[in-house]
């Protein structure tokens, strides 16, 4: 109840950065793979966004659709019972199409490391564990000062990262009956302005999930999932407010983890519910990830 409480009360204090999550610096965690000491994997996310948006969502001769994939090297490490880090390593490849002319970007992201300390698991009838921590994201991915000038109506997405150092405060909580269970992962990123003189706005990010653990071979246990990503924005920084960001996206998740022996493999597709970005300019799109994983 105490990190329900927090997480509706975050959402309510916390803003977000890159718009609708898509561009640089978003982190879906989501369910991590049962690993008991490290896992290493390879992570495919896409989104999209549409902007330049005319009233009521028309659009125009300015309406821009872009692209946003990540191939992402993620692992984890259980040290002890009580510390976990996790690390993540994106390749971004970016795409921005209007009236048949297109513009890609293809390079390093920013890299980002969490840890995690365990402050209770309980393995009772009902078992339950909470993890708090925090990370940094490192600007590792290349900043185009000049992108920014050129588009200065269109969000400030389409760079490979933020030139920025950046903080996370994270928690995990899990509560689960036999097979039944709850997932929570909620995430706060404090941006730090550039030396370019722009400052992504802090980020809040929670994500809900249920699953069930079906279990039809003694090595194989497999998991469907489903729930709720939250995520909010304020306006970006440059001297003064940016017009074109800001706002909210509420998505659903549906999807599934396979786990056998020591591989894992899952996905989920994260349609839009609700949203309202950059006063209606902007409109997010349909989101997907999949991953494979080895546990060792």
């Not at 078992?127 to 590792?140: C, N, Q, R």
């Not at 991915?141 to 996370?168: C, M």
């Not at 497999?222 to 001297?239: H, M, R, V, W």
Request: charged share 20%; proline share 3%; aromatic share 12%.
């Amino acid at each position: 109840m105490t990190l329900l409480l927090f997480l509706l009360v975050a959402g309510k204090l916390a803003f977000a950065c890159d718009i609708c999550g898509c561009g640089v610096g978003s982190y879906y965690i989501g369910l991590l793979p049962d690993f008991k000491q490290r896992f290493a994997g390879l992570r495919y996310q896409y989104k999209t966004m549409r902007s330049h948006l005319g009233p009521g969502g028309s659009t125009s001769y300015l309406t821009t659709d872009e692209t946003y994939q990540a191939a992402e090297l993620w692992g984890g490490w259980n040290i002890g019972k009580k510390f976990r880090l996790l690390g993540f390593v994106p390749l971004n490849f970016s795409e921005r199409s209007n009236q048949g002319i297109s513009k890609s970007k293809t390079g390093l992201g920013d890299i980002a490391v969490t840890g995690y300390y365990q402050v209770f698991s309980k393995m009772n009838t009902v078992a339950h564990s909470l993890w708090i921590g925090g990370g940094v994201k490192l600007p590792t991915g290349k900043y185009e000062p000049a992108e920014r000038k050129e588009n200065e109506d269109s969000p400030n997405n389409f760079q490979l990262g933020t030139a920025s150092v950046d903080f996370t405060l994270n928690a995990m909580y899990d509560i689960r009956l036999m097979d039944v269970g709850l997932n929570t992962n909620i995430s706060y990123k404090i941006n730090t302005r550039n030396k370019y003189d722009y400052q992504y706005g802090n980020k809040f990010t929670a994500n809900l999930l249920a699953y069930y653990k079906l279990r039809p071979l003694k090595e194989l246990s497999i998991s469907p999932n489903a729930g709720l990503l939250y995520e909010t924005a304020d306006k970006d920084t440059e001297q003064i407010k940016v017009d074109v960001s800001g706002g909210y996206t509420l998505m659903g998740t549906a999807g599934v983890e396979l786990s056998f022996k020591q591989y894992a493999v899952g996905g989920n597709f994260q349609p839009v519910l609700s949203q309202e970005l950059a006063g209606m300019k902007v409109k997010a799109g349909n989101r997907a990830m999949v991953h494979l994983t080895y546990l060792f």
